[in-house]
Structure formats: structure tokens, C-alpha cells
């Protein structure tokens, strides 16, 4: 039986979640949710992007909390 957590963007979703520091570009949290979720990076990215723009900010502190967290 094959490792899921090993899975690339487009294969199986992950079972837990882990940071992606290969393919991620800051700090590999929007790669890891991309994993978890088996959707594709660009769509979460551009989530953040927007949610930063409309919650004013809000969504940069999550994203710190969960490096803090997840690692």
C-alpha cells in the first residue's frame, strides 16, 4: 500500500497535514494545504491573496500561526 502523505499536487489527498518547504514558496503552507486537500496550488495562493486583501490582514497572522503550528 502506498505512503499517502507522499502524494504530489494532483495525486490522492493527504491524510494529515505537513508543510511543503519544496514546493511551497514562503514557507510551504499553501503547498500543504493544496496536499491535504488535493487541489491545485495556484487555487489556494490565490485564496490567501484575496482573503489578506478583503479581511484587512487577518489571514497573515493564520498563515503565521499555522508555520508556528504545523512545524
Known amino acids: ?3 499517502l502523505r507522499q502524494s ?3 495525486g490522492p489527498p493527504s491524510k494529515s ?3 511543503d518547504r ?3 514558496k514562503l514557507m510551504g503552507v499553501c ?3 493544496a496536499n491535504y486537500f488535493g487541489i491545485d ?3 489556494v495562493r490565490l485564496g490567501f491573496v484575496l482573503a489578506t486583501l ?3 490582514g487577518s489571514p497573515i497572522l493564520i498563515y ?3 508555520v508556528l503550528i504545523a512545524d
Open 1 to 3: 500500500m502506498s505512503d
Open 8 to 10: 504530489g499536487p494532483g
Open 17 to 19: 497535514f505537513r508543510l
Open 22 to 24: 519544496q514546493s511551497g
Open 31 to 33: 503547498a500543504g494545504i
Open 41 to 43: 496550488v495556484m487555487l
Open 54 to 56: 478583503v479581511g484587512f
Open 64 to 66: 503565521l500561526a499555522i
